[in-house]
């Protein structure tokens, strides 16, 4: 049998970092399932699922304790079973615009009143070349449930953007098996 950990990483941006992750699930005959890590702002951030055996938990907890210092924040947390899948298809959401404070507040606030959940979530903010400001641009990719429209959800979005003054545009991605 295995255990599967969440690991959570922050810390000051160094070469490195990712292998001394990587080593320490090596090391416990584990295995690096998947992950998302980035550089914000000079800091190293990110997730990684991994998997070690069983017993081989106890020692990868106190290795990924050890390495916490303070340049260098871990999490740990035991990957729990996911409830069971509702009904739902998947779609993406992209929106660009001009930055203000609020946009991601705004958009995440409909769509938990639609009960839409988020899957990935991917923001940045750049130079506006032509308007001289910053734009924002996110990439969402959602969950929605078969029991909301999709014309009804983005009917709302599109209210919202325009109080934003933004431009979003919601398109559902097919079943890579149909």
Same mark, same amino acid.
């Given at each position: 049998? +295995?255990?599967?950990? @969440? /690991?959570?990483?922050?810390?000051?941006?160094? !070469?490195? #970092?990712?292998?001394?992750?990587?080593?320490?699930?090596?090391?416990? =005959?584990?295995?690096?399932?998947?992950?998302?890590?980035?550089? &914000?702002?000079?800091?190293? $951030?990110?997730? $990684?699922?991994? =998997?070690?055996?069983?017993? =081989?938990?106890?020692?990868?907890?106190?290795?990924? *304790?050890? &390495?916490?210092?303070? %340049? &260098?924040?871990?999490?740990?947390?035991?990957?729990?079973?996911?409830? !069971? $899948?509702?009904p739902h298809r998947t779609a993406c959401l992209e929106l660009v615009g001009h930055d203000r !404070?609020?946009?991601? =507040?705004? /958009?995440?606030? @409909?769509?938990?009143?639609?009960?839409?959940?988020?899957?990935? /979530?991917? %923001?940045?903010?750049? +130079?506006?070349?032509?308007?001289?400001? *910053?734009?924002?641009?996110a990439v969402v990719e959602l969950q929605i449930p078969d029991t909301i429209e999709l014309d009804?959800?983005?009917?709302?979005?599109?209210?919202?953007?325009?109080?934003?003054?933004?431009? /979003? *545009?919601?398109?559902?991605? #097919?079943?890579?098996? $149909?």
């Open positions: 049998m +295995s255990t599967k950990y @969440v /690991i959570a990483v922050v810390g000051n941006d160094r !070469p490195g #970092l990712v292998e001394l992750l990587a080593s320490a699930v090596a090391d416990h =005959q584990g295995s690096w399932l998947e992950s998302r890590m980035s550089v &914000l702002a000079g800091q190293f $951030a990110g997730v $990684a699922l991994v =998997q070690v055996p069983d017993e =081989q938990a106890a020692a990868l907890e106190k290795k990924l *304790h050890d &390495l916490s210092d303070e %340049t &260098l924040r871990l999490t740990l947390a035991k990957a729990g079973a996911r409830e !069971p $899948a509702r !404070p609020g946009i991601v =507040q705004e /958009i995440t606030r @409909v769509l938990r009143e639609k009960g839409v959940n988020i899957d990935d /979530i991917v %923001t940045e903010r750049m +130079s506006g070349a032509m308007s001289g400001g *910053h734009l924002f641009r009804r959800l983005r009917d709302d979005l599109e209210g919202l953007a325009n109080e934003l003054m933004v431009d /979003i *545009h919601v398109r559902e991605l #097919l079943d890579e098996g $149909a």
